[in-house]
């Protein structure tokens, strides 16, 4: 068990370390600087929808090593364990919100990573409405590695690869309706 918290330590701090030379070193989308953790990516089409910036809130990832809660000033809006409840997999092991966004109607969308001892890097997507859950899915972590953002009309959820370019596009139910 110790050997297997050890690894999982230096896993997490290489991890960081690859981030933060990346200039990812704080949860951000890739529309820019961690300041800007809303924005969602650049407008962009997607047939005749068009990617939409995030709205501004004042809601962020905050965290110790990993960022694993959403708080808005010194205020807890959505603590590290009803994310980590959230997450649709029962695998243990800690998680970080890598990117958030906030729709139009003010679902907050999460992109989260958890890191098991004993198994692959899983990704999930989490929307909220204020601190209710309203759903939950896995889905692969590069999907999200270059951000997130909503496709109107409809309030779909659009995942950017670690390219930038558009990964795959889901309903608020979990479905995936695009793919690139």
Do not use: C
Request: proline share 7%; no cysteine; glycine share 14%.
């Amino acid at each position: 068990m110790n050997r297997a918290l050890v690894v999982a330590v230096v896993l997490l701090a290489a991890l960081a370390a690859g981030d933060a030379l990346r200039g990812g070193g704080e949860t951000s989308d890739r529309a820019g600087p961690a300041s800007q953790q809303e924005a969602a990516p650049a407008p962009t089409s997607e047939g005749s929808s068009t990617i939409v910036p995030s709205r501004s809130t004042g809601l962020r990832a905050a965290g110790g090593f990993l960022r694993s809660r959403i708080v808005r000033g010194a205020e807890e809006v959505l603590s590290a364990d009803a994310v980590a409840e959230a997450f649709p997999s029962s695998v243990p092991g800690p998680i970080e919100i890598r990117h958030m966004g906030v729709a139009p109607d003010g679902t907050l969308v999460l992109a989260v990573r958890r890191f098991p001892t004993d198994h692959k890097l899983l990704g999930a997507l989490q929307l909220w409405r204020g601190t209710r859950l309203v759903a939950t899915w896995e889905v692969p972590p590069r999907w999200f590695a270059g951000g997130i953002g909503f496709v109107q009309p409809g309030g779909r959820i659009a995942l950017f690869g670690i390219d930038g370019g558009l990964a795959a596009v889901y309903d608020r139910q979990g479905n995936q309706v695009g793919f690139d």
